[in-house]
């Protein structure tokens, strides 16, 4: 299993932009699915959480800004991130529960830049 993020990149701040995280390989079902943030200096962050369900959790810095979905025919996580600023600036870290013949693990995405600057 692999998750591949992908969508930052540079963007003014007000700006928007979409991440996207794919999940490809053999499995079961997904349940949980995460977006972390990891800022220069800082500790990786939870930015939002979607369960299998569709119930949604937001840190309280993104919250009425950023918006978490997911496409369980796609295996497909996204984060619409609007009115972004610079304090947004991060490796945005996409992680998910899945569950195999076996077992259930967690799997994160390699991370993708966003950079929010003018």
């Known amino acids: 299993v692999q998750l591949q993020a992908s969508g930052g990149g540079l963007v003014q701040p007000g700006g928007s932009l979409r991440l996207s995280c794919a999940a490809s390989?053999?499995?079961?079902?997904?349940?949980?699915m995460a977006w972390y943030r990891q800022a220069p200096g800082k500790q990786r962050e939870l930015v939002a959480r979607?369960?299998?369900?569709?119930?949604?959790n937001y840190a309280d810095s993104v919250d009425g800004r950023f918006t978490i979905s997911r496409d369980n025919a796609k295996n497909t996580m996204y984060l619409q991130m609007n009115s972004l600023k610079p304090e947004d600036t991060a490796v945005y870290y996409c992680?998910?529960?899945?569950?195999?013949?076996?077992?259930?693990?967690?799997?994160w995405g390699r991370g993708t830049l966003v950079t929010v600057s003018s």
């Open positions: 992680k998910m529960s899945i569950r195999s013949e076996i077992r259930t693990s967690i799997y």
């Open positions: 979607i369960g299998s369900g569709g119930n949604t």
């Open positions: 390989g053999s499995f079961f079902s997904i349940n949980d």
